[in-house]
């Protein structure tokens, strides 16, 4: 069996009792429903290996269902969660611990990148599928066994609209993990020395981005006892108003922390917008390029570069 841990993607992937009842809402699902699903489940209750295979027949068919089929273990424990899904189905409640059942089908579906595409098709399927076996089964009264049907086939909808919710969730919690991890990568704070630190700014520097950038600093400091920070902001294209506020904060707190913050690489674009812009950048120490920080904050560290002489020149 698959080793599947969803206990964290639980905590992002969060359905209330009030969203649960507005999915109920939005099916037209009535208790008056809940006797006729009954009716229909001695039928589906015969035929659940079967509607299982079928299911996933439909879905083998489909290229964007291929992950799935990639990963057997997946594949075999998705079977087992798709035939309790089907006994659950038909009965008779709906409440959280159904959601959870498909709250775990969904997000192993989520783990094996299935597209949310192939979900209304594939339970369109189903149900047609559902419905021929109960038509075939109604007897003397087809109308009561078509109506047993509608009831079960709002079951189907009700299960559509959480599935596109669960993965919808499940994915905005991978991409904004994702998104974390690039803006940790885009703000590296670097020990190249001890007690000296060097921060890199390439790219777009807004509001969000410089708080990030403040908070990984600060931690740097602390962790690294540093002394001197060269701030090189040679990628930066622009900054706004905000955007150096927050600069002069980071600055300002830095200094809080013991920690003295050289900025470098300062483009004559950003320095006029500054100075246009009223920032008070008199608490700032600027130099020109990288290199001349590094060089001033290891002098102010007690630092001291000797050039080594060349041989070649010794023995000329």
Sequence with gaps: MADLDFSAHRQAVHLTDEDIARHKRFVGLEAADLPRIAAVRPIVMERVDELTTMFFDFLRGLDVATPLFRRGDLLDEAKRMKREHLIAMVGGVYDRAYVELQLELGLLYSKVGLDTRVFPGAFYHLMNTVGAIVMANAGDDPQKAFQNFMAVKKIGFLDIGLMIDIMAAEREQTISIQQEAIRELSTPVLQIRDGLLILPIIGTLDSFRAKQLTDSLLRAIRANRAKMVVMDITGVAAV??????????????????????????????????????????????????????????????????ARQADSSLETA
């Excluded at 150096?244 to 483009?267: D, P």
């Excluded at 120490?285 to 060089?295: F, R, S, Y």
């Design 240 to 305: 706004d108003s905000r955007v150096a506020n927050h600069l002069i904060q980071t600055v300002a707190a830095s200094r809080l922390m013991g920690a003295t913050v050289i900025v470098t690489g300062l483009s004559g674009d950003v320095a006029q917008a500054l100075v246009s812009l009223g920032v008070d950048l008199g608490t700032l120490n600027t130099v020109g390029d990288l290199q001349g920080g590094l060089e001033l904050a290891e002098r102010r560290l007690g630092y001291r570069i």
